[in-house]
């Protein structure tokens, strides 16, 4: 463990006005990032035929098996980008991400077809994907870390919030520019030509952001910095310091991830996929503008729970969440898929979105609250990227197949199981406004100098006695 305090503190605590600047900077990192990673499922449908043979019957599963295989990466790109953060700054880190984000989506948008190259569009496609994935691993512990760093006290729910106001924005977004694209153009031309303009936005908007993050303040000390250079804090952002000496809160951690990513990518992928399936063949424009509503309400609703659980605890929400999604998902996943009016429809999604809400809009602060500061970035990251590749990203590529298997009641048994095992974590790990990482470091830190020395004043005695 580190023994200088100066290598495992962050810098002096922020006023709400300078902790507001710097959530409003990086949460539009943030939208971009995200919006980058929503455009590919939004438009997934329109640039299929782009890149597989049109007589491909598998093309559907095969778009969905890409979207999946590139949170395999995620873990990758959490360990690079939080050992990076943790130990250079989170400032450069978000940085770099969003900058290698906005190159793979300017290297989609310009990429051939595969009537003109072949298969050669697909690996184009898999490549920009692969290291999307990898960005996205960076992104996520790093945004989370530092918009839960720069709150204030006493507001922290509230202000990380606006880490998944963002990323749910990002959706919000894709699903703009397609509404747009509907109402205006064909859609031969969405298919054609269109898709990549939304791809091309994404690029584009990294730019702003880039611009953006250079002006954030860095919630990493100079004095930790430095240690670091100096080789003085090994520990910081060492996988070795994650798996021997925090390997309690990175289990919490994810298993605290599993239940609330395998909702989230059902509920506001999955859901949304349905009901433009259920509307493809009678109304395209009424699909798209119900799921546009019913994520921009998911979307406003993140600091609602935030404040909340400034006030009643993160372990209430959580649990909210928990018990929610074991009794909705069946619900969302039968009723759904039948649905030919537009208002039952939007209601279903809706009440899912609501129950949603008591994990994302607390997510990244529960998780920051877990680990010290020379190991955060990292320990987030991690811990979040390997449930969201075990069971987030793979979501929608299930439901594809148990769908076209006849088997969609395993689907929502998997996901329902899930949740319920995040929920005993809710229930019987996590605590209400307890001491935290974030809020005492220096008291935590003596708790843990104290139970270690009553474990070794333990040894010593079972030493003696056997002596």
Known sequence: MIGLSMSTSTATSPTLRRSVSNTLKGSAGNLVEWYDVYVYSVFATYFESQFFASDEE???????????????????G????????????????????????AACSMLIALSPTAETIGVGAVVILVFARLLQGFATGGEYGTSATYMSETAVSGHRGFLSSFHYVTLVGGHVLAQTTLLIMVLTLPQEAIASWGWRVAFLIGGAGALVVIWLRRTMDETLETATLQAVRSGESRESGSMRELLVHQWRPLLTCFLVTAGGTVAFYTYSVTGPSIVKGAFAGSDVVASTVINLIALTILMLLQPLGGWISDRVGRKSLLVFFGVGGVLYTWVLLTQLPQQQNPFIAFAILVVGFVILTGYTSINAVVKAELFPTHIRALGVGFGYALANSAFGGTAPLLYQAAGEADRV????????????????????????KSSNWLDDEAGMRSRVRGAQAARDAS?????????
Do not use: C, E, Q
């Open 409 to 432: 009641t395993w689907f929502i048994v998997y996901v329902t199981a899930v949740i319920a095992v995040s929920l005993l974590v809710y229930i019987f790990v996590l605590k209400n």
């Open 78 to 101: 959490s360990w690079f980008f939080g050992r990076f953060a943790d130990r250079h700054g989170r400032r450069l880190s978000l940085t770099i991400s969003v900058s290698l984000m």
């Open 459 to 467: 040894s010593a005695d079972s030493a003696a006695a056997r002596a």
């Open 58 to 76: 598998n093309s559907s599963i095969y778009i969905w098996a890409i979207f999946a295989v590139t949170f395999l990466m995620r873990p990758i």
